[in-house]
């Protein structure tokens, strides 16, 4: 998932501020108005926005002469894959799991230990023996179960393994 820039951010916000419920996405208007403090020009975010859907970043839709806009993710699902995305740039990924479980506070690994139950509950657990034809993904060990487990063990939590 591409990281965002400064602008690239704020536009984001925007969108992701925006109620979904209420609305079929804002144009460009709407977000030039929102961006006020800014003082950016009109095709300043014309750009920046049409560079995001670019990115698969937002979807637009045309109505009438103009585009309206919304997020194709939800802020949470981009902050999420920002974080997977960090975990595959090498090394250890139980090692980088390790130190952030170390690293966050009580009431965020209550969050974690929870979220972990809930899977693992509407999980089904891994065979025994993994996948039995002998192909290069029946060879590598099957990483979310893996890093679930290492999640559990981190957060005090017991795993099926």
């Given amino acids: 998932m591409t990281r965002l820039g400064d602008l690239e951010r704020a536009v984001m916000d925007v969108l992701w501020d925006t109620p979904s419920g209420t609305s079929e996405g804002v144009t460009v208007r709407e977000v ?52 997977l995305d960090a975990l595959d740039l090498g090394g250890s990924r139980d090692a980088a799991l390790v130190r952030f479980a170390r690293s966050v506070t009580g009431t965020e690994a209550e969050v974690l230990r929870a979220a972990l139950s809930a899977t693992s509950e509407s999980v089904p657990p891994a065979g025994p023996t993994g996948p039995t034809e002998t192909t290069p993904e ?24």
């Fill in 138 to 161: 029946a060879a590598q060990p099957d990483v979310t179960e893996l890093d679930r487990a290492t999640w559990a063990r981190l957060a005090g939590g017991a795993t099926d393994r």
């Fill in 32 to 83: 030039v108005d929102a961006l006020a403090g800014r003082e950016l020009a009109y095709t300043t975010v014309l750009t920046v926005l049409d560079r995001l859907a670019g990115k698969s970043m937002v979807r637009r839709e045309r109505e009438g002469r103009a585009w309206r806009y919304r997020a194709a993710a939800s802020r949470e699902a981009h902050i999420a894959q920002l974080m």
